[in-house]
């Protein structure tokens, strides 16, 4: 079954194994998936859109996928993610889900993207339980201990399952060198 092409947007900041998740159950319904780098105006951001990118592209490159790998992109200041869709040709937007808080919030810009574009589609993954209390925010936060108790930590709750361990660690690092003194 393949459903055209899909964005999956977020601030990623920082992508973690959540964000992955989603997109790796995702991708079994999709041609093409993009990993659509949105700056949310009400975020604080330490790492630049493009090192976000960057971050995001070394993690995709090192995994096998069905279809084809995915791309990731950075939305223009003054773009709407509907317009970007239309502009790009995907039909639908994927979205993942911890708990009703995050419904109610994408239900909202559900509302905004249709109204833009109204031949856009919103499509919920619910989180995986045991990634349920992961988030950027609470990796971010987890950077205020030192490197080795970060890296030691957050393999156990950040832990990408599809990369080597060795890469789990490198990015682990990346992730830390970046957000340590924001």
Known sequence: MSCGNAIYAGSFNPFHAGHLNIIQRAEKYFDKITILIAVNPNK????SALER???IESIISKLKWRNSTP???????DEFIADYAANNECKTIIKG????EDLESEMSQEYYNKTINPWLETMYFSTDPNMKY???SAVRKFTAMEEFDF???????????????????AYLKTIY???KNG
């Open 44 to 47: 604080n951001y330490v790492v």
């Open 53 to 55: 990118k960057n971050q």
């Open 71 to 77: 791309k990731v992109d950075i939305l223009g200041k």
């Open 97 to 100: 889900l911890r708990n009703g």
């Open 134 to 136: 992961l988030s950027s």
């Open 151 to 169: 890296i030691r930590y957050m393999k156990k709750v950040n832990f990408m399952k599809d990369l080597s361990i060795e890469d789990n660690e």
């Open 177 to 179: 060198k970046s957000y």
